[in-house]
């Protein structure tokens, strides 16, 4: 049984930042791609960034490039999201994902998803 775990949201003031985890269980995933994704009041969910199982390639949004950083560490099946100079349009829920497909980076088609950790900025 697949399990994504995240943390690290909380409430922080427009500039700050915040690191979230997510932690993966019931195997192992060092051979896929992970990704975070934000879904905020009223809107859909939106691509925020992909690491490749490696950890050598990454892809951002247009919205979060230069300021979110996503790393791995897979002896800990572990995937990081740093979040700097937030702003209150980051507010949203942020969910975890693993893409089975061992296709690259991707944007959608993921195959599992955490239950999500809110992340609120202040003005």
Do not use: H
């Amino acid at each position: 049984q697949v399990q994504l775990v995240e943390s690290g949201g909380g409430l922080v003031q427009a500039g700050g930042s915040l690191r979230l985890s997510c932690a993966a269980s019931g195997r192992t995933f060092s051979s896929y791609a992970r990704g975070w994704f934000r879904q905020a009041p009223g809107k859909e969910r939106e691509f925020v960034a992909a690491i490749s199982s490696s950890g050598r390639s990454t892809d951002y949004a247009d919205s979060v490039k230069g300021r979110f950083t996503i790393s791995r560490d897979n002896a800990k099946n572990t995937v990081y999201l740093q979040m700097n100079s937030l702003k209150p349009e980051d507010t949203a829920v942020y969910y975890c994902a693993l893409d089975l497909r061992l296709l690259g980076l991707s944007k959608t088609g993921y195959d599992y998803w955490g239950q999500g950790t809110q992340v609120t900025v202040s003005s």
